[in-house]
């Protein structure tokens, strides 16, 4: 869970309401089954402090503009993605769009009440999955294609190179695939290497 105050703000106001803030969250969150691992600052350590945490979910708890903390949740969860909940009083258009782009799952404005935890928390884990699948997917359709790119420029040139027929091509391939225990894509790969070696 993270905080941050909008500068020239009354300092005892808006620490009386952060506090306000926090308690709700951490009320809902207790009373959802939720685990609180850690209440981390948003600073230069983040990364490395959320790399060891490991946590299931991401919690932002902003009173203002958001976008020094994204920055750090940005760099902390490029290599790991997890799913992001931004609770803020924030509302404009520009802060939204930044805070999805940043990956965030779900952007609550000013809807920090215990009871609406549950509810956001489960919906925001329901759209990271469906969105990791849907990135899963499209990488292994990237894979799929670029295999198949190598494959058809391989069976390509021992067509040229020998007169086969595509069929005939794709068979020996298969064999040495077969012959050597290695997979088809890789054979087709290292025959491209070594064409392009000898030119």
Do not use: W
Not at 67 to 89: M, S
Not at 93 to 122: C, F, H, N, T
Not at 165 to 190: F, G, I, P
Request: hydrophobic share 45%; glycine share 4%; aromatic share 4%.
């Amino acid at each position: 869970m993270l905080s941050a105050t909008a500068p020239g703000a009354d300092p005892d106001a808006a620490q009386a309401a952060q506090t306000r803030r926090s308690t709700a969250l951490r009320i809902g969150l207790l009373e959802s089954g939720y685990d609180l691992v850690a209440s981390l600052p948003a600073d230069v350590f983040l990364p490395e402090r959320i790399a060891q945490l490991q946590p299931d979910l991401i919690i932002l708890d902003s009173e203002s503009d958001a976008r020094d903390v994204l920055e750090h949740i940005v760099i902390a969860t490029r290599d790991a993605r997890r799913p992001i909940v931004l609770f803020t009083e924030d509302d404009a258009p520009a802060s939204m769009d930044a805070a999805l782009e940043a990956g965030v799952s779900a952007y609550i404005v000013a809807g920090l009440q215990a009871e609406r935890v549950k509810p956001v928390l489960d919906v925001a884990l329901a759209r990271f999955r469906r969105e990791q699948r849907l990135l899963d997917e499209l990488s292994d359709t990237r894979q799929k294609l670029a295999e198949r790119k190598v494959l058809d420029r391989a069976k390509g040139m021992l067509m040229t190179r020998y007169q086969l027929t595509e069929d005939q091509a794709y068979q020996r391939l298969r064999s040495l695939a077969m012959n050597k225990n290695m997979k088809l894509v890789d054979v087709a790969q290292r025959l491209i290497d070594v064409e392009d070696l000898l030119g």
